[in-house]
């Protein structure tokens, strides 16, 4: 009868060989972890809403009770909607990116950028004097980039 209560001790309360059994006033350590349907999920910061997938956005403005057609919506026409919702800060934002590259690309002028092309040819034909192709691959490579570059700029 002895084999049998130690049987059952075991089942009842499993011990792995390192760990000590709890006593009666303690908790096992599966009873002290706290239930896992109480954790809250740690708050996220929310994404620009340009950032946004569709369906990110459907979520948001399924929850905007004026807005109706939701799922029919494109997310140009989400974003537009949950702008409006929102405030005009947004579009204003999209405006100022808009127009800072605008100035980055109206700087760079066709005549600077043919100078650095024309700059490039001379060291690319010094290096292919000189036997270095790795350099020569280099400089046709900028020299290109900056040939796309006046054509954007035209």
Request: charged share 55%; net charge positive.
């Amino acid at each position: 009868m002895e084999k049998k209560e130690e049987t059952r001790e075991k089942n009842e309360h499993p011990v792995e060989e390192n760990e000590k059994p709890p006593e009666k006033g303690e908790k096992s350590p599966e009873e002290e972890r706290p239930p896992e349907k109480d954790k809250k999920p740690p708050e996220k910061k929310e994404k620009p809403l340009e950032k946004m997938t569709a369906k990110e956005l459907r979520e948001i403005a399924l929850e905007i009770p004026e807005l109706t057609g939701v799922h029919a919506m494109k997310k140009e026409e989400l974003l537009e909607a949950i702008g409006k919702f929102r405030g005009v800060e947004e579009e204003v934002k999209k405006e100022k990116k808009v127009e800072e590259k605008a100035e980055k690309k109206a700087r760079v002028s066709i005549g600077d950028l043919k100078n650095k092309i024309r700059e490039f040819k001379a060291l690319k034909e010094e290096a292919v004097k000189k036997g270095d192709p790795r350099m020569a691959k280099i400089y046709k490579r900028r020299i290109n980039r900056l040939k796309k570059r006046t054509r954007k700029a035209a």
